[in-house]
């Protein structure tokens, strides 16, 4: 049977951290003066928004219960579904919507956005002690095993 290959690739606020295997590149500074909070004030980040367990937890959480449709494997159906939501500042995963899909794989793009609505709560960003709103952008890719 193949087996489905998960490469995950997480976008914090337009920087990225990228996970294949065990390696993971950390990202450079999250740019403040985008977030929807920020009135001018905030001009540090403390703690950028983390899923329980952080990347490993969000690594596991993905390969878990993304689920490869039979059809779109049958058929080959490969891509990069890209799922854009927010961190709210209680740690909720809102906003919820598909930032760039699979062209005709409207199954795959389904599931990306099943697998993160359903995602449990996150440890909200930080700036001056204060939890903040955090926008992300999580590229899922749909690969037929090698």
């Known amino acids: 049977m193949i ?15 990228f996970a294949q295997g065990d390696t993971l590149v950390l990202p450079p500074p999250i740019h403040l003066d985008t977030l929807p909070s920020n009135d001018g004030g905030l001009t540090r980040l403390e703690s950028p928004p983390m899923f329980p367990g952080g990347d490993a937890g969000l690594v596991a959480y993905l390969t878990k219960e993304l689920r490869y449709p039979d059809a779109m494997r049958q058929a080959g159906k490969e891509g990069v579904v890209q799922v854009a939501f927010t ?32 995602m449990p709560r996150w440890t909200p960003a930080t700036v001056k002690g204060v939890t903040v709103p955090m926008e992300y952008k999580l ?8």
């Open 3 to 17: 087996r489905p290959l998960l490469t995950l690739l997480l976008i914090i606020g337009g920087p990225s951290l």
């Open 139 to 146: 590229p899922v890719r749909f690969e037929v095993g090698k």
């Open 87 to 118: 961190i709210t500042d209680a740690g909720d995963v809102t906003k919820v919507h598909l930032a760039e899909g699979i062209a005709g794989a409207d199954a795959l793009n389904e599931e990306a956005l099943r697998v993160v609505k359903a």
